[in-house]
């Protein structure tokens, strides 16, 4: 869709939403002549009016009405119109575009009210603790005023803490802990330690931050996983000896391969003839990740070294990405290389995309400043629409023109120079980075001139909204990575207005353009003046990755005139070149995350299957042993169908010692017996379970095995399966207590699910590694992995019923489980 269809598309929708507008404003002025107790008895009034049929649409403008009355009265703030809006789109389950300060937070306060009502629970979720803290304690008061129930969500919380603010009509929490939440209680055994319930309704404030920026990192609950850490220092060596000779990088995709010399010198030190080749492909592995983590991973970028430990941090915001490690060996890699102790691998137990989290809600909205780039995506993936809300007054922001420059050097000095003029008139001045690398340049650079500034990044980003709330007062200089302080508002001070408001420099264009908006829309908020401009080199990443020659031939032709430190007038080759660069990364960046998601919801489709079946036994009141009985029987005719295939192809003593070791039953009692009759060659304990079994087994019908070779496969099922029934009730008399058996049985069988599915995730992720070489094959790559990842899925629901049967028939019970 063209950008003008897009604007006459919102246009129109805008004016839909206006209608409601009105009759929301007509009621408005009724709501404000009723007493505080008339007011909070509407909640129970809509209440009613939803269990008996009215729908939460219908019941928009009352209710929105109400709620903002309450907002005027409690908080002291009215929203107006366009916050409205804002509010009946989130209702929708769309997407509100919302520029910064037009007041998200209390636009939340409608549909959240609203949808309440229903009784199934709300979600609002912030990207961090703080965030959603602040959020919960200014907004909690109105909700609780008008006698709803209103809870905070986070990390480091009990399970009583957490049951009891999930319970609440409204929770406010962080996406990591929802999403962390959802994966714990899927490996939960008993109801009592489970937290979430339904899935119901959820309002993402950024949402452009957590389902596009990262969407392309899981969330992993992991075990420990043995590494072998003399490897990852052997190929650190290794991959510190290339010279630029010996390998190739691809700016546009950040890969790095070797070259022939390069191939060569590994071959040489490794002691291989191929280092590529069948039988080396271990040692290919990491020498592959050590040279990503040495020449395409960034120090002070792409993450930091903090306290002795690498911690990655989001390119998109700036921030640390608490709780993350890179996956495949590359955080080991990264250890390595920057000479610390190597930890081992992870090893994963349960993991979830955001995208796959959230999709699980029955009704999904979000806020965002900047989200019209993306709009296609968030319709394609989520089936959200993306509805651009007026500001509240005319934005009045003064957005100049880019300063371009022929080397990073000079334009640092560039941006240091006007910084030093901005600050001397007392306006404040944000400063945004690309990298931690670049803020603590620029403090350096500022500091020699003696100019008091404040820095916010990855390496201190604990005090962020408060460094950030701190941004707009007079004579203030805050140098901040990224999108530091998303979510906290930059309020003018006395006078900054006057001297034009807040001035906002970006020190380089990020590859996303929503990126650089987030960084304007730090100024001129509410109608408030404010600067922005950005300064840029040929040398910055994205001119170095997608100018190509132009840049280059321009950068060298201004050394050669001696004006390397001048400014270059402006030019419409370079500033055409960063935009279509810009689009065509982000094209590749959606292409990349379509891709993602396509392989992995294979595996969402498998884990709520999974988690759903688990959930079952876990819901389950009655007697569990309908559950293990269904199992039993379906192993029984998956082992007799291995070993008996007609009357002529059939390995009865492979059948009879399976049973017998594996499932604790004797098809041959006297063949046992004469295994006891020589068993004094074999150790006394081999002897006396082998008395125990020949013991056991008086109780059961006694049949030769020459008796048993007359046996169909029908009857060889049935009478297998008649045994183990016996065994069942034998060990459920040993249990007299039903609450003894539940647990028991349920244990059992939970164990072995989440044992299988840890490693059904291990084979499944070995298998995404290794199907991509299917596409040398002429094969499709996803169709390979979707055929091979079913087989995976049934093998492991066999192995799960093969292993509960085998574990509950050999299970020794001695007396009742407390």
Same mark, same amino acid.
């Not at 949808?115 to 199934?120: C, H, Q, T």
């Not at 957590?210 to 899981?218: N, Q, S, V």
């Not at 005719?637 to 291995?642: G, H, L």
């Not at 297998?720 to 058996?741: A, T, Y």
């Given at each position: ?232 220092? &052997? #190929?650190? %060596?290794?991959?510190?000896?290339? /010279?630029?000779? =010996? ?5 546009? +995709?950040? $890969? ?75 955080? &080991? #890699?990264? %250890?390595?290389?920057?000479?610390? /102790?190597?930890? =081992? ?5 349960? +993991?979830? $995309? ?465």
């Amino acid at each position: 869709m063209s950008l003008r269809a897009l604007i006459e598309n919102n246009r129109s929708k805008i004016k839909k939403l206006q209608k409601l507008v009105e009759k929301i404003e007509i009621l408005s002025g009724q709501y404000s002549q009723l007493s505080d107790n008339q007011l909070q008895t509407e909640t129970d009034r809509f209440k009613t009016l939803y269990a008996n049929g009215t729908s939460l649409d219908q019941l928009l403008p009352e209710a929105f009405a109400a709620i903002r009355e309450a907002d005027k009265r409690v908080l002291g703030i009215y929203p107006y119109p366009v916050q409205l809006m804002g509010g009946i789109v989130l209702h929708q389950g769309n997407l509100a575009e919302m520029k910064t300060g037009e007041g998200k937070t209390i636009t939340e306060t409608m549909p959240t009210y609203l949808n309440a009502l229903a009784g199934k629970g709300v979600h609002v979720v912030t990207v961090n603790d703080y965030l959603s803290k602040r959020d919960f304690e200014e907004m909690s008061s109105v909700f609780t005023f008008m006698g709803l129930t209103v809870g905070q969500n986070g990390n480091d919380m009990s399970i009583e803490l957490k049951q009891k603010a999930y319970n609440c009509d409204i929770t406010y929490s962080t996406n990591d802990a929802l999403a962390f939440d959802y994966l714990r209680d899927n490996m939960a055994l008993f109801k009592a330690n489970q937290v979430q319930r339904h899935l119901n309704y959820v309002i993402v404030d950024e949402i452009d931050s957590i389902l596009i920026d990262e969407a392309r990192t899981p969330l992993i609950i992991a075990g420990d996983a043995k590494s072998y850490k003399t490897m990852y220092k &052997q #190929a650190d %060596e290794l991959a510190k000896r290339m /010279t630029k000779e =010996d390998y190739e990088i691809d700016r546009e +995709t950040k $890969t790095v391969t070797l070259k022939r010399s390069g191939i060569l010198k590994a071959n040489n030190a490794l002691g291989l003839k191929n280092v590529y080749g069948k039988d080396s492909y271990v040692l290919a592995h990491y020498l592959d990740v050590a040279m990503k983590a040495n020449y395409t991973m960034d120090k002070d970028k792409d993450y930091i070294v903090k306290d002795g430990q690498v911690l990655i941090v989001d390119t998109f915001t700036g921030r640390v990405m608490e709780g993350r490690r890179f996956s495949d060996g590359l955080h &080991q #890699a990264l %250890e390595a290389k920057e000479n610390l /102790t190597i930890n =081992d691998a992870n090893k994963t137990e349960a +993991t979830i $995309t955001y995208q796959n989290y959230f999709k699980l809600y029955k009704k999904l909205a979000g806020m965002t400043g900047t989200a019209a780039t993306e709009s296609q995506e968030f319709y394609e993936t989520f089936g959200m629409q993306v509805i651009s809300i007026p500001t509240n007054r005319p934005n009045i922001r003064k957005d100049m023109n880019d300063e371009l420059y022929p080397t990073e050097k000079s334009k640092f000095r560039a941006v240091v120079k006007k910084i030093e003029k901005v600050h001397a008139s007392g306006q404040p001045i944000l400063v945004g980075t690309a990298s931690v690398e670049h803020s603590e340049l620029i403090s350096n650079l500022l500091s020699s001139k003696n100019i008091p500034h404040t820095m916010l990044n990855a390496k201190n980003n604990e005090k962020e909204a408060e460094v950030i709330a701190m941004a707009g007062q007079l004579g203030a200089v805050t140098i901040a990575t990224n999108m530091a302080g998303r979510g906290t508002d930059i309020k003018l001070g006395p006078g900054v207005e006057q001297l034009g408001g807040l001035f906002v420099l970006g020190t380089e264009k990020h590859e996303s353009r929503r990126i650089d908006e987030q960084l304007r829309g730090r100024a001129a908020r509410q109608g408030n003046p404010g600067i922005t401009v950005f300064y840029m080199s040929l040398e910055d990443e994205v001119v170095t990755r997608f100018g190509g020659k132009q840049a280059e031939k321009i950068k060298k032709k201004c050394i050669s005139n001696n004006t390397e430190m001048q400014s270059i007038k402006s030019n419409r080759i370079i500033d055409r070149t960063i935009e279509e660069a810009q689009k065509r990364v982000e094209g590749n960046n959606f292409d990349q995350r379509k891709e993602t998601l396509r392989y992995d919801d294979v595996l969402n489709e498998q884990r709520k299957d999974f988690y759903n079946e688990r959930q079952k036994i876990i819901d389950y009141k009655g007697d569990l042993t309908s559950f293990i009985i269904g199992m039993l029987a379906r192993t029984i005719i998956r082992v007799v169908d291995k070993f008996y295939l007609d009357f002529e192809h059939a390995n009865y003593r492979g059948l009879v010692t399976y049973v017998r070791e594996s499932l604790n039953l004797d098809l041959d009692p006297e063949g046992t017996l004469e295994e006891f009759k020589l068993a004094d060659k074999r150790g006394e304990k081999i002897k006396r379970n082998l008395k125990e079994k020949i013991e056991k087994n008086k109780r059961f019908h006694r049949i030769s095995l020459s008796r048993l070779k007359t046996f169909s496969k029908k009857e060889l099922r049935e009478y297998i399966f008649s045994q183990v029934k016996k065994e069942v009730n034998d060990k459920k008399s040993l249990l007299v207590d039903e609450r003894s058996l539940n647990d028991f049985e349920r244990i059992i069988m939970l164990r072995q699910f989440d044992y299988n599915w840890k490693s059904h995730i291990y084979e499944i992720e070995q298998l995404r590694e290794a199907v991509t070489l299917r596409g040398y094959g002429q094969y499709n790559p996803l169709v390979e992995y979707q055929k091979m990842a079913h087989t995976l899925y049934q093998q492991m629901v066999n192995n799960i019923e093969k292993d509960v049967s085998e574990f509950f028939l050999t299970a020794e019970i001695r007396e009742s489980v407390q």
